[in-house]
């Protein structure tokens, strides 16, 4: 899938980096006293690769992926740079020479992923993304791209540099027997040697993608749950994901990102304040609700039970202004804690608005694996005061504690409980919309499937954002981009689709959650001495030449400034047809993602794209807000196509330029402040549907 880049002729591209690479040549073949001597060589060739990429790439390019104009804008640049600057005195060959190489580099996996898109879809069938009917072809497709160098991307390439520094830097701490505070702290303090060595950090970045458990992952994913990262208990405003998303400047000028601290200093500041803000538990009861096609008859629903029995579901109550009910005895019988639920004596001043007769669902993003309602509080406040509607975001159990179907059980059993008890939470409910992103948006199509087959009344609509709906490993054009997706490498997707399918399940019930690093709250005296230890290492790593990575499980001494040699199996390449003289650079530590095999994946209630007609017919409308630099558009492509070939309400935006996750940023620049105001307006749609629906009073 290709975009248009901000209508840039590609000719034009092409021929300004043909001239800079001639010209490049020109002056670093020219007398033979040219200082630097083996840069200059390393320069020369960097060129002559640079221009068989350029010329292999331009009769099949007619437009631009975003990233690929990126690199080659990057090029043109520092090309220039270099040819007016290389006999200056203060011309820094060897960095000029690391930088070049690192892009020529990334343009080499560029073009191999272009080649690898085109032979998708021209294999697939008509108007197919995903290879279905030949499992063996899409696990070799998906081994392919597995096994490519990608460390090109994380060290200088791209803008990716913020995002790879935090976590390569936590991923050293992590294992080591500390305190929260004190690894969190120790990882900012070590980070100092891969900001200095962006050669080292590329490798060290893939050496975790590949390596490490899905414990880290959870565990990194969810440091923005931490109280030191949070803004206080009532106005907290934490940005999902923290700096594990900080990467929409992957555009074409290279902008650099925002940092974990900073990006929490603003979110303190441009979040909305409310009034209503906190957590409940439900108790597992049967409800009682009416049929959808005969209100006069009622059926059962019981509680969540799946693994380990029934259990309460816990949830979050969102609400810019009080309203009617949330105040009352029966909410404040159900809070957990702190913060306390609103009253009257203890906001006497607070004027309390009537009940808003729209309500809104939502269930969080996290890979069904981390994350909760208060990661994604900086955009619910805002939809809540945006919009003036109560928000019920709930906190679902995770992976792989609890696998399929723990978390759909308990979001359709809080989704019915908030039917009935709409009362409670300040809203009529004559309009209800179901809202998630990422995984959540998963689990929206997937309640509202099994609203529709219990017979209950289904959401009035759903908004999911950049959902997944096909839980598998299979191969399609989007799912190329987790071979430079900090957030969604293809190892790491896989371990979060296995997690929720259940192949890694323990027989344990998850500890009551607080938050999910409430433990960093403890052992405070050990932070003295993780600061001291943090300090010695990053002082030590600006001295030591060799800058050695401290990681478990990591090569000692500096990282290969060279990237690995092309190299390919008979097998690829007989399956593949790389050009001749062409093959993509390889890890240097292959890492094989095996397609997921549990056959629950395949359940429609998992991959609702797998879902018979029977199943989505009479869905409500489905609005989807993805994003193209996601590895998971195609997921949304393919479900909005299916929907629509049965005649079922649905829009798909697909805006430009953000990757995955864009929500948890919204608030950190205009274009994804523009991308949620999509998702506002979308919700509103739903709401506003009907003639019949009037506009609550306090709508702005």
Request: aromatic content about 8%.
């Amino acid at each position: 899938m290709e975009k248009k880049s901000s209508g840039m002729d590609h000719r034009v591209v092409f021929a300004a980096l043909d001239k800079v690479c001639e010209d490049n040549l020109a002056v670093l073949c020219g007398p033979s006293d040219l200082p630097y001597g083996t840069v200059t060589q390393r320069l020369v060739t960097c060129m002559k690769t640079i221009q068989e990429h350029s010329r292999a790439l331009k009769p099949v390019v007619a437009s631009f992926t975003t990233v690929l104009l990126s690199c080659l804008l990057h090029i043109v640049h520092k090309g220039r740079y270099i040819a007016s600057n290389y006999n200056g005195a203060f011309f820094r060959a060897d960095h000029n020479a690391l930088e070049m190489e690192a892009y020529c580099s990334a343009l080499c996996q560029l073009r191999a992923l272009l080649h690898l898109a085109q032979r998708l879809m021209s294999d697939n069938e008509h108007q197919q993304l995903y290879t279905q009917q030949d499992g063996e072809l899409s696990r070799r497709f998906v081994q392919e791209y597995s096994s490519m160098h990608k460390a090109c991307f994380y060290g200088r390439c791209l803008g990716f540099q913020t995002i790879v520094i935090a976590m390569v830097s936590y991923g050293e701490t992590y294992g080591k027997h500390q305190s929260g505070i004190g690894k969190a702290a120790l990882s900012l303090l070590q980070s100092g040697k891969y900001v200095i060595d962006p050669e080292l950090r590329g490798a060290e970045f893939e050496r975790i993608t590949q390596n490490l458990d899905m414990q880290f992952w959870k565990s990194f994913w969810n440091v923005t749950e931490s109280d030191i990262l949070s803004v206080g208990r009532v106005k907290r405003c934490v940005c999902a994901q923290g700096s594990c998303k900080i990467w929409a400047d992957l555009r074409a000028h290279r902008l650099p990102t925002p940092s974990l601290s900073s990006t929490q200093g603003f979110s303190r500041i441009a979040s909305s304040p409310v009034q209503v803000n906190f957590t409940l538990s439900v108790p597992p009861v049967p409800l009682q609700l009416p049929l959808a096609s005969d209100p006069r008859l009622s059926t059962t629903v019981s509680p969540p039970v799946a693994h380990w029995g029934p259990g309460p579901v816990h949830m979050r109550l969102i609400s810019h202004e009080l309203r009617e009910g949330q105040d009352s005895e029966a909410m404040a019988t159900l809070a957990r804690g702190d913060p306390a639920p609103p009253s009257a004596s203890r906001l006497p001043w607070v004027q309390k608005k009537p009940r808003s007769p729209w309500l809104i669902v939502h269930f969080h993003g996290g890979g069904f694996v981390a994350q909760t309602s208060r990661s994604h509080e900086n955009y619910l406040r805002g939809w809540s005061k945006e919009l003036g509607v109560p928000i019920l975001s709930v906190d679902y159990s995770l992976s792989p504690e609890a696998p399929f179907p723990r978390a759909l059980e308990e979001c359709f059993y809080a989704y019915c409980w908030a039917l009935i008890n709409c009362h409670l939470l300040g809203s009529t409910a004559e309009r209800v919309c179901l809202a998630g992103d990422s995984a959540g948006g998963n689990l929206c199509i997937t309640v509202s499937m099994r609203a529709l087959t219990s017979g209950i009344r289904p959401p009035d609509g759903i908004m999911a954002a950049y959902p997944a709906t096909l839980l598998t490993t299979d191969a399609s054009p989007s799912r190329l981009l987790t071979l430079i997706d900090p957030l969604l490498p293809l190892g790491v997707l896989a371990k979060c689709l296995n997690a929720y399918a259940g192949s890694d399940f323990q027989t344990l019930e998850p500890v009551e959650r607080r938050g999910s690093l409430s433990a960093l709250g403890r052992d405070t005296a050990l932070l003295l001495s993780d600061l001291t230890q943090g300090a010695s290492n990053w002082l030590q790593s600006f001295l030591d030449p060799n800058r050695t990575s401290g990681g478990a499980g990591s090569p000692r001494g500096r990282a290969s400034a060279r990237p690995p040699a092309p190299s390919s199996s008979p097998d690829s390449a007989d399956l593949l047809h790389y050009p001749e003289g062409f093959a993509p650079l390889r890890s240097e530590s292959l890492a094989m993602v095996h397609p997921i095999a549990c056959p629950v994946i395949r359940n429609p209630f998992v991959s609702p794209l797998l879902a018979p007609a029977s199943l989505l017919r009479g869905l409500p409308p489905v609005h989807i807000v993805a994003s193209a630099l996601d590895a998971l558009l195609d997921d949304s492509v393919m479900f909005a196509k299916k929907l629509r070939a049965m005649e079922q309400p649905v829009t798909l935006t697909v805006v430009e330029d953000l990757p995955h996750g864009f929500l948890s940023l919204s608030q950190i620049c205009k274009e994804t402040q523009a991308a949620a105001d999509i998702c506002v307006a979308r919700i509103r749609e739903i709401f506003e549907r009907g003639a019949a629906h009037k506009r609550p009073e306090t709508q702005s």
